[in-house]
Structures are given as C-alpha cells and as structure tokens.
C-alpha cells in the first residue's frame, strides 16, 4: 500500500497535522457552547426579515459591489492573460492573488476610505490575478489546428478572436459565471470591515446575540446564491455589468492628498520617516520578525495544515451525501441541501460564528475551513462518481464505498485537495482578524495601532507565504502526475 | 421573472440614492464603535439631529468597524468630528496638525476601568491589584478592542506594572473581546474567567438589570484617568465658515437633552484640551502601542 506515491504523500501530510495538533491551541472555551449553538439554530428557523431597514440594501450592494469588481477583475485578467508568458506578468499576477480580498479591502481603506472603490478593487485585484492565470490556462489548452489552417498574412488579432476564442468560450464562460458566485462570497465578507455589504449587517447582529436577525440574512444570501443560475442569464449580463456602478452607494469622497501620503509616508519604515536610516531598520524589522511575523507564520502554517487534512477527511465523508451511488432521491436532495450550505458560505462568516459560540481558539478555525472547503470538494468528487459506471454485482454500502468509489476519485480529490492548499492558507490568515494568532491577528493589530509599515511588512510576508504554498502545491500536482479544473 | 426583480431593485434603490444625495457640504462624524451597534447607531442619531438644528447643516453619522477606521476617517478628512476614546483621540490628534479636543463628557475627567470576574472564579474583590497576583494567575483574561483606552490600555498598564511581566505571560489566554458590551457577556457567560471593561458601560447595564450578579462581579477598579472626548478638526472653519468650531463646541457643551445624554451616558459635556490628554499618551508610549 505504501508504495503508491498517492498513499504516501497522503500519510505524509496527516502525520504533519497529527504533529500540529500537538502544537495547536484546540479548546473550546465557552462554558455552554451547545446551548449558544442551539440558540444560533433556533435564530436560523425563526429568521425575522424586518430587523434592519438597510437589510435589502446591503443585498443589493452586495451584488453591485460583485458584479463590478469581477468584471473589472475580468477584464483586467484577460488583457493579463495574453501577456502571461512574460515572467514579470506571471509574478505579477501571483503576487495580487495571494493577498485577500480583506487585506485588499484594509489597504485600500486607509486612503480611499468609505468610497465605493475601496470595495471595487478590492475585489477586482486579486480576481484579475485569479483570472489572468485560468484564462491563460484555459487559452493555452485551446486546439491549435483552427490556427493552422489559416491563410498566410492573417492578422494576429484576426486569428486569435477567429481560432483561439471559439475554442475557449464556453470554458471561459463558465469559469467567470463561477467567479461572480465567489465574487458574491468575497463582497458579502467586505462588509467586515465596514464597507456596506451584508457582512456589516450580519457582524452587527451576531455579536449581539441577535441570532434571528442574522438567521434571516444568511438566508437572503443563501437564496441569492442557489438562485444565480434563474436571475443571472446571459442576456442580462450587459444590464447588471452597466446598471451595477449605479448601486455602490455613495460612501464618502476620495481625498487624493490621502494618498500620496500613503504612499510617500505611512507606508515607509518608521526608522526611515523619521530619519534613523539603514542603521534604524535592522533593529526595527529584527523586532517585527520575532515579535509578530514568526509566531504568525508559526500559528498560520500549523492551522494550514490542520485544516487541509480536516477537509479531506470532510470531503471523503461528504461525497457520498450527492453520490448516486448510495441512498434514494430524498436523501440526496438534502445532501445538495447541505453542500449547497456549506459552500455557499464564506469561511470567515462560519469562523465568525463558531468563534462566536465556542470561544476563541483554532478549533472553530479548523470546523470552519474544513466544512467550506470540503463541501466545495465533496461536491466536486460526488459529482465525479455520477459519472462512474459500476458492475450491476458491485457491492454496496461501506464496500462499495471504500473498495470501489473512492479508489477511483482518490486522485482527483488529492488533486483538489491540493489546489485547494494555497487557498486555504490565504483563508487562514485572514482569520487572524478574528482574533486567532494567525498573520492576519498582526496585521490587524498594527492597522489598529496605525502602523501601516508595519502591516504591508506582514501583509507582503503572508504574500511570499502563499505563494510559497502554491508553488510546493504545483510541484506535488506535477509530482504525482494530478490534474485539476480550478476552484475558488 | 428576473426583468421583474430587476424593475424592483431599481426602484428601490433609486430611494436610496435619493435619499443620500445631501447637500454639498455635509458635516460628518463618527464614534469608536466600543458598544453594541444597535446602540450607537440610536445614540448618535439622535446627536446628528441635535447638532444639525443648532448649527444649520446637514450633519451626518457614520457607523465604523473598528476604532481604527475612526481614527483614518477622521485623519482622511472623511469625517471632521468624533467622539474618541482617551487612546484614539491622542492618536488622532497627533495625525491631524490643529485638530483639538473640544468636549469631554464630565465623568470622562476621571473615567475608570473594571475588572471583572466570573464567580466560578471565586477571586475576591480588593482595593490593591497586587492581591490578586495568585487568584488571577494563568486564568483566561479578555480585553475590549486593541485600540481601547479603557477596555486595553488602562488595564494592560496596570497588569504590567504591577506584575511585571506581558498579559499574555501572565494569563492562560489573552483575547479582545471587541468592545465593552461583549466583554461583559463573556466573562458573563464563562468563556472567560476575567475581562476589563469601561466602567460607565458597567454602571449602566446594572442600572438597567441587565447583568446577572450571581454570575459576574467586579474585583477591582483601577484609579482614574482621563477618557472620551470630542475632538473636530482644525480646517472645519475654512470649510463650514469663520466660527464653525466654536458653535459646534457651544452646541456640545450645552446639549442638555437627557434622553440623549443618558444613552452616553453622561450627566453633561465639559470643556477639554489636547492636555488633558498628556497621562494617556505616555502610558501608550511606556506600553508600545505609540510610537
């Protein structure tokens, strides 16, 4: 068994998180999590759609602030794409990517404040980076041969809009329908931090224990998302795409002195500002490394890997919930039900939750990544075995389960597993703001203590982290020959 | 169906536009958010109606979350008056060159923090924190937000300079609960065994029955120190006319309405200074939270 390479680098990562958990903060500290927990699902069946009257509001900004960052983010990921050869665009583009929308959002907000372009790019920065690297892929894959067939003379421009785009379209398509699903998770979060989506609604209500308020807006979300494919139609595109800006709200006006100063004075070494030079910065990045980035990088990379593995272990148990290999029509539309769920919310809003119920510590970090990331897999791969056809003598249940499914999706859930890596580790840190000691605690601090030198210095490391991740991801995809179709 | 859902968010949200759409100079201020939203929201509603009929202006309040976007909106030019806490005010003030503390609620001269306890703690209430060097020891402590002057930085000074050593050394797990209010129902509930919060906050959810004594009490009070205030900036006169500054501080200082100044609460605003200020900014200093 241990010689298949699949098997071994799996051992190999559970007895990692095995070893993290030795080193990981689990606990549950409040004293009556179920009763909190029974309260929040007594809130979400007694939903109370009257309690904010900014409630459709901030739904509509929700979606405004979606659709025109992803397709900002689009076009500026397809104009991306057809540079991608050259190296500085590609580390351009995973440069953008690997910081969070919220790190975005939390940049952004320092100069342009409450604009509605605090949101907007926000979004629309690491999506085109996102973007740029699938519409690449995507147009690498397409079928030279049309392009073949062409009179000499053709004009570039010509060829590639008569050959490559036909080729491409339809998986272009999906993807960016895919993306405003994403956009919608990533504008809805936005509000976090005090841009005006429903996560300012949803965060103002749960920490007051109002849990029917907030029932009642994870459900208009849920709603929104399950019913994309009835109100997103192709032909209606040009009208959401021109009418959105129109919908972003107000906020309040830009002062463009703001920044310059940004630029020229927040974000420069304190030591530098204020004149020490070269001599004052050792000390002062010496201080920041020990004090913050370590136990940062520390606590993000052993949540990381907990995480990954948990959702593994969700993913393999979930996919069975949609797999129509096992139970009858009931059961399987509830199991659409509960994936449905679980992808559709944003990890930080379950971290939110649960770190609400169960006190602060990795645990609702770790449920949270796990149950969003595994339900995006678990459907995947559930998906995956509809399309496997089994002897008519196949036998059933845990056999069939265990000897005949999951032999069979194993690589592609690796291969998902693994995509999903660098994902997870952006996700973790950013759940640092939550209070979990994970990077983003640090730069949340330093933002709260108007350092902001000392929050791009944690922000720029969390980048070369990610990246770091992504880059180890794609060798062991390579390694273990993986293929995968993006997810975000 | 969907042209349908489009005919109705349309419509809406053109109210919402219109509604918005003020005149060009608006007046805008903004609070740290150190309590339940729904509360603030409510309280300074009210103030921005106060202080927009005694000054002639469309005044406006916004809602932040974090006391460090109040402190950029106020340093962006985005707002031009808040109510700071002792710690966002000095910094503030200290980004903003001729910005200046107006008005100060009158317990906010002598303002104090709370430590507070579960009693399943069974730590004893005392006059001198050193006492509770043992009981405290390795229990789980929440503060408020990290850029609290009440909720963080009074009872952080106090728990390093009277044990000598980092919260986070000291207890088992340090948290920031957010603000005031959640500080409270934690420590109420157990998730922690002892939290630090604005003593006003306290005084007045007793008052108003919303705290179970059997499970919560307080074990001690640090001695006082200068709080809250109102702080405006320096170019409001250029921007709103020769005075502007002067009548918000008059329209401050004589709101009497009680209804309003009981959900601070505060019994009245007194005058205050950039000075008043000086023991908060060198407490940050000797904690590092300044630079």
Same mark, same amino acid.
């Given at each position: 068994m241990f010689s298949s390479p699949t098997v071994r680098t799996s051992f190999i990562f559970l007895a990692i998180a095995l070893v993290g958990l030795l080193f990981a903060d689990i606990a549950i500290t409040a004293s009556n999590p179920w009763r909190d927990l029974g309260n929040f699902f007594l809130g979400i069946v007694t939903p109370n759609f009257f309690s904010s009257e900014g409630l459709m509001t901030a739904l509509l900004r929700t979606v405004a602030f979606a659709f025109v960052g992803v397709a900002l983010g689009g076009v500026a990921g397809f104009l991306l794409a057809l540079a991608y050869r050259s190296l500085p665009v590609r580390m351009f583009c995973a440069f953008v990517r690997a910081i969070h929308e919220l790190f975005w959002a939390l940049i952004f907000l320092q100069f342009?404040?409450?604009?509605?372009?605090?949101?907007?790019?926000?979004?629309?920065?690491?999506?085109?980076?996102i973007f740029a690297k699938v519409y690449s892929e995507?147009?690498?894959?397409?079928?030279?041969?049309?392009?073949?067939?062409?009179?000499?003379?053709?004009?570039?421009?010509?060829?590639?809009?008569?050959?490559r785009i036909p080729d491409c379209w339809v998986k272009m398509r999906t993807y960016t329908a895919y993306r405003l699903e994403c956009g919608l998770r990533s504008s809805a979060i936005l509000g976090?931090?005090?841009?005006?989506?429903?996560?300012?609604?949803?965060?103002?209500?749960?920490?007051?224990?109002?849990?029917?308020?907030?029932?009642?807006?994870?459900?208009?979300?849920?709603?929104?998302?399950?019913?994309?494919?009835?109100?997103?139609?192709?032909?209606?595109?040009?009208?959401?795409?021109?009418?959105?800006?129109?919908?972003?709200?107000?906020?309040?006006?830009?002062?463009?002195?703001?920044v310059q100063r940004f630029f020229t004075e927040d974000i420069v070494p304190a030591p530098l500002r204020n004149g020490e030079g070269l001599a004052g910065l050792a000390p002062w990045l010496n201080d920041l490394m020990i004090n913050e980035a370590m136990p940062g990088i520390w606590n993000t990379i052993v949540l990381t890997q907990i995480a990954l593995v948990a959702t593994g272990i969700i993913s393999l148990l979930a996919f069975p919930l949609i797999s129509n290999h096992f139970g009858g029509p009931i059961r399987r539309n509830a199991g659409h039900v509960a994936l449905v769920i679980a992808r559709s919310t944003p990890e930080y809003i379950l971290a939110y939750i649960l770190l609400q119920l169960w006190g602060?510590?990795? /645990?609702?970090?770790?449920? @949270? %990544?796990?149950?969003?990331?595994?339900?995006?897999? $678990?459907?995947? !791969?559930? +998906?995956?075995?509809?399309?496997?056809?089994?002897?008519?003598?196949?036998?059933?249940?845990?056999n069939?389960?265990?000897?005949?499914?999951?032999?069979?999706?194993?690589?592609?859930?690796?291969?998902?597993?693994?995509?999903?890596?660098?994902?997870?580790?952006?996700?973790?840190?950013?759940?640092?703001?939550?209070?979990?000691?994970?990077?983003?605690?640090?730069?949340?601090?330093?933002?709260?203590?108007?350092?902001?030198?000392?929050?791009?210095? /944690?922000?720029?490391?969390? @980048? %070369?982290?990610?990246?770091?991740?992504?880059?180890? $991801?794609?060798? !062991?995809? +390579?390694?273990?020959?993986?293929?995968?179709?993006?997810?975000? | 169906m969907a042209l349908n859902l489009i005919r109705k968010l349309v419509v809406s949200s053109l109210f919402c536009v219109t509604a918005v759409t003020a005149s060009a100079e608006t007046f805008v201020f903004?609070?740290?958010?150190?309590?339940?939203?729904?509360?603030?929201?409510?309280?300074?509603?009210?103030?921005?109606?106060?202080?927009?009929?005694?000054?002639?202006?469309?005044?406006?309040?916004?809602?932040?979350k974090s006391y460090a976007a109040a402190v950029s909106a106020f340093r962006n030019n985005q707002v031009q008056l808040a109510w700071f806490g002792g710690l966002s005010g000095v910094q503030a003030r200290r980004l903003v060159p001729g910005s200046?503390?107006?008005?100060?609620?009158?317990?906010?001269?002598?303002?104090?923090?709370?430590?507070?306890?579960?009693?399943?703690?069974?730590?004893?209430?005392?006059?001198?924190?050193?006492?509770?060097?043992?009981?405290?020891?390795?229990?789980?402590?929440?503060?408020?937000?990290?850029?609290?002057?009440s909720g963080r930085?009074?009872?952080?000074?106090?728990?390093?300079?009277?044990?000598?050593?980092?919260?986070?050394?000291?207890?088992?797990?340090?948290?920031?609960?957010?603000?005031?209010?959640?500080?409270?129902?934690?420590?109420?509930?157990?998730?922690?065994?002892?939290?630090?919060?604005?003593?006003?906050?306290?005084?007045?959810?007793?008052?108003?029955?919303?705290?179970?004594?059997?499970?919560?009490?307080?074990?001690?009070?640090?001695?006082?120190?200068?709080?809250?205030?109102?702080?405006?900036?320096?170019?409001?006169?250029?921007?709103?006319?020769?005075?502007?500054?002067?009548?918000?501080?008059?329209?401050?200082?004589?709101?009497?309405?009680?209804?309003?100044?009981?959900?601070?609460?505060?019994?009245?605003?007194?005058?205050?200074?950039?000075?008043?200020?000086?023991?908060i900014r060198k407490t940050a200093e000797e904690i590092g939270i300044l630079d």
């Open positions: 342009f404040g409450f604009h509605p372009l605090t949101g907007v790019l926000a979004i629309a920065i690491p999506y085109a980076g995507i147009l690498e894959e397409a079928d030279p041969e049309p392009g073949r067939a062409l009179p000499p003379g053709t004009g570039i421009i010509s060829a590639f809009l008569y050959t976090f931090v005090g841009l005006p989506t429903l996560g300012f609604y949803l965060e103002a209500s749960f920490s007051q224990g109002l849990y029917s308020d907030a029932g009642a807006m994870l459900i208009l979300f849920y709603v929104l998302i399950a019913t994309m494919p009835l109100w997103v139609r192709p032909k209606l595109l040009p009208v959401y795409i021109l009418g959105a800006p129109f919908f972003l709200g107000e906020g309040l006006p830009i002062v463009w002195g703001n602060p510590s990795m /645990l609702p970090a770790v449920v @949270a %990544l796990a149950l969003h990331n595994g339900g995006i897999i $678990g459907h995947l !791969i559930g +998906r995956q075995t509809n399309t496997i056809k089994l002897r008519p003598d196949a036998p059933n249940g845990i069939r389960y265990g000897w005949e499914l999951v032999p069979r999706v194993y690589r592609s859930f690796l291969a998902f597993l693994f995509y999903r890596w660098e994902i997870i580790m952006r996700e973790t840190a950013i759940l640092g703001i939550l209070g979990i000691y994970t990077l983003g605690f640090y730069v949340d601090s330093a933002i709260q203590n108007i350092r902001f030198d000392r929050a791009m210095v /944690l922000i720029l490391i969390t @980048a %070369l982290l990610n990246i770091g991740v992504d880059t180890l $991801g794609r060798y !062991i995809r +390579r390694k273990l020959a993986l293929k995968t179709m993006p997810t975000c | 903004t609070a740290i958010p150190d309590e339940d939203e729904t509360k603030l929201v409510e309280r300074f509603r009210g103030v921005a109606d106060y202080l927009s009929e005694q000054l002639d202006v469309d005044v406006r309040y916004i809602p932040v200046e503390a107006i008005a100060q609620g009158v317990e906010d001269e002598a303002f104090e923090t709370y430590f507070i306890a579960n009693t399943t703690t069974a730590i004893k209430p005392t006059e001198k924190l050193s006492d509770l060097e043992a009981p405290m020891k390795g229990k789980t402590f929440t503060f408020g937000s990290k850029g609290s002057t930085l009074m009872p952080e000074f106090y728990v390093r300079d009277t044990f000598g050593t980092k919260p986070e050394d000291f207890f088992s797990r340090v948290g920031f609960s957010g603000n005031h209010t959640r500080t409270l129902r934690l420590v109420e509930a157990g998730t922690y065994d002892i939290g630090a919060l604005n003593f006003q906050v306290w005084e007045k959810e007793l008052s108003d029955g919303n705290i179970d004594t059997d499970a919560v009490q307080v074990i001690w009070k640090t001695p006082a120190y200068p709080d809250y205030q109102w702080t405006i900036r320096g170019d409001v006169d250029e921007r709103f006319g020769e005075g502007f500054k002067q009548r918000v501080t008059e329209a401050l200082l004589n709101l009497d309405n009680p209804e309003l100044l009981e959900s601070f609460p505060r019994s009245g605003f007194i005058p205050a200074s950039n000075d008043d200020y000086e023991p």
